[in-house]
């Protein structure tokens, strides 16, 4: 399945396009460019602070008051988790299977009207995470 994805690397680059061979247990993806036609772009996840799932990419980041913020979930949304990037950025949402000891994780951002529908988020990116009740 194609997914609209935005691509943020470590220095602070940042790839909008689609992939459809996007396997957080693999070292490497296809990036097709937004803008259409073009060639496919590796994208080697050892440079990647994060894969931002998108709804659109001309979507407006997200707001800071609303994001940290955990409105009522739906079930099975995951634990409440706080990440901060190593960049300075700090997303508040919910993983179901956060490892220190994997590569990275799934994370859905807690405030559902915000253009990011969910993250993949490389553990070797982030300062520091905590779990709120």
Not at 12 to 27: I, L
Not at 88 to 105: A, H, I, L, Q, R
């Amino acid at each position: 399945m194609e997914e609209k994805v935005v691509v943020h690397f470590k220095d602070g680059k940042t790839m909008r396009g689609t992939t459809q061979d996007f396997d957080p247990k693999e070292e490497a993806f296809h990036l097709l460019p937004c803008e259409g036609g073009g060639m496919p772009s590796t994208v080697h996840m050892k440079e990647m602070k994060a894969l931002f799932y998108v709804k659109d990419y001309g979507g407006l980041r997200r707001s800071v008051d609303r994001s940290k913020q955990f409105p009522g979930a739906a079930a099975g949304s995951g634990k409440r988790t706080v990440v901060e990037f190593k960049d300075g950025e700090t997303v508040w949402g919910y993983t179901k299977n956060y490892s220190p000891e994997e590569k990275g994780f799934f994370f859905t951002p807690s405030d559902p009207d915000e253009n990011n529908t969910q993250m993949f988020i490389l553990n070797n990116s982030i300062k520091g995470i905590r779990f709120e009740d």
